[in-house]
């Protein structure tokens, strides 16, 4: 699944974002470009030409994925694009990686293509492998009658999902549709962060086939196993510079080696140098016995790189999108758009970011811990504190009294001086004051008074509430119901015996005005 990056035309033999800026036949990324024999990405720039055709050893090129598959991170290897190198690596790297480790493509002689971006040798083929995709989506001469329009509807389909072979004619092989092609649907524009790390900072990130933890217990035994593949050399010290968990059981380690010189200093190894001799056939396959399943750097990008890379749209992807993709980054100076081809770049971003997530979810059920204990640590220091200031409050009176006696025992049997008549008059006038209804002790008893009705009220209001379950309210109301059509009953019933009532007495009225009448 390739992706070309500028040039349109199909790579070869890729699965991740490799290189931006020539089509790669052997790399192990998505390819934005020319072709190549091997992977050639963002180099060193030090001739003119951008992603030229080279035949250095196989890279992973510089973009979103490296060696692995999807988008890795911005920025695998950088490599010369463009110029001839045959100077090697200089004398700082003489004793250490340049010759004891041999760093191939580095003292090897690259060989570049004219041209802006190295497509001119490759125009006709594009041009051909553009009318042959038109030939096979609309007039195939496969077999020459209507079942021609058949099959062009079924390599329309397969052009749609991105897989499959169109044929068209006898004479001419089959096209390959892949998921570049640009009539693929499964297609979508993401953003990725962009690398920070600068190429001196030496940070390359080896993806291990392993647990976090598993990584952490074993650390240690990990840079000596690393020290020995890189050559064992004295002068070279492996350090970790971090490890984080990645989906399905794997995790990224980074690393930078350090090389000290005979004369004390020590200076870090370049990231593009580390990680081109790593890339070796003989390094790789000791690497993958320690079970690094990938490797790759994230270098920062150059302001021309970076306007290179926003200018021109991926292959397949419609140049609208890419600049409403541009549009709606939410951080342009931190994110650039990355396309996404398939389901399974889908896939590997959504379980990125369900790691990422738990990761925060993790962090922040730490904060949460963490805020929890200083929040009954601040509140075991207040009850501290109001204990300290009752017990420096007692003690403060404990002394005044002390002072007092003291005071006393030494005035006693001298007269009352000068100053202290002055002062017990100062304190009567106060207490005068004090004791005077219109003056101060009115308006302490209107204070004292306001103080205890808010006590009252805020005592009245902090009592508890209770609250009553909805089916046992329901439950409650219909009881007073039935208990109310009880005495309503009961009501009417005495209603009706007291009727009763006034109609015996009457009738006894009555029958004894008649007797009464009678006798006499």
């Not at 790579?11 to 020539?22: E, K, L, Q, V």
């Not at 693929?184 to 080896?206: N, Q, T, Y």
């Not at 790593?278 to 490797?295: C, D, P």
């Not at 089916?471 to 059509?485: A, G, P, S, V």
């Amino acid at each position: 699944m390739a992706f070309s990056f500028g040039g349109g035309a199909n790579t070869a033999g890729s699965s991740g974002f490799g290189s931006f800026g020539a089509k790669t036949t052997a790399s192990t990324g998505f390819g934005f470009g020319t072709t190549t024999t091997a992977a050639s990405g963002f180099g060193s720039l030090a001739a003119p030409g951008f992603g030229t055709t080279t035949t250095a050893a196989p890279s992973a090129g510089f973009g979103f994925g490296a060696t692995g598959t999807g988008f890795g991170g911005l920025g695998a290897a950088n490599t010369t694009a463009g110029a001839t190198t045959s100077t090697g690596l200089g004398t700082s790297l003489g004793t250490g990686l340049g010759t004891g480790l041999g760093f191939g493509g580095f003292n090897t002689q690259q060989q570049t293509s004219g041209g802006l971006f190295g497509q001119l040798a490759q125009a006709p083929v594009q041009s051909n492998q553009l009318i042959n995709t038109a030939s096979a989506l609309s007039a195939p001469t496969l077999l020459g009658d209507e079942r021609d329009a058949i099959l062009a509807k079924w390599n329309q389909l397969q052009a749609f999902w991105g897989t499959g072979k169109g044929y068209f004619n006898n004479s001419i092989p089959p096209v390959d549709f892949t998921q570049e092609n640009p009539f693929c649907r499964f297609k979508a524009v993401g953003f990725s962060c962009i690398p920070g790390s600068k190429d001196e900072d030496g940070l390359v990130i080896l993806a291990f086939n392993r647990k976090e933890d598993d990584i952490r217990n074993l650390q240690q035994q990990l840079v000596e196993a690393l020290h020995k593949v890189l050559g064992g050399n004295q002068t070279l010290t492996v350090n970790v510079e971090g490890v984080k968990a990645l989906p399905d059981d794997q995790t990224e380690v980074l690393i930078y080696v350090v090389e000290r010189s005979p004369n004390g200093t020590s200076k870090r190894i370049p990231a593009t140098t580390l990680f081109n001799y790593v890339e070796q056939a003989n390094i790789k396959n000791q690497l993958l016995q320690l079970g690094v399943v990938r490797t790759l750097t994230r270098t920062e990008l150059s302001p021309a790189q970076l306007k290179q890379l926003l200018q021109n749209p991926p292959a397949g992807v419609d140049p609208i999108i890419w600049e409403q993709a541009k549009v709606d980054n939410p951080d342009a100076e931190n994110l650039i758009p990355v396309p996404m081809v398939g389901f399974k770049e889908l896939l590997r971003r959504l379980k990125i970011q369900e790691q990422m997530t738990k990761q925060h979810q993790t962090r922040m059920d730490i904060i949460s811990e963490d805020i929890s204990e200083l929040q009954k640590n601040q509140a075991t220091t207040v009850a501290k504190i109001a204990q300290y200031r009752r017990k420096l409050m007692d003690l403060s009176h404990r002394v005044l009294q002390v002072l007092i006696k003291q005071e006393i025992q030494r005035k006693s049997g001298y007269a009352i001086q000068v100053d202290e008549e002055h002062l017990r008059v100062q304190l009567d006038t106060i207490q005068s004051e004090l004791n005077a209804p219109t003056q101060f002790k009115g308006r302490l008893n209107e204070l004292m008074s306001q103080v205890r009705m808010q006590n009252h009220f805020g005592a009245s209001r902090s009592e508890e509430r209770y609250s009553i379950d909805a089916d046992l309210l329901r439950e409650i109301k219909q009881h007073l119901k039935q208990q109310q059509e009880g005495l309503s009953h009961l009501i009417s019933v005495v209603k009706d015996d007291v009727e009763d009532i006034k109609l015996i007495e009457h009738g006894l009225h009555d029958s004894i005005h008649t007797r009464g009448g009678t006798f006499s």
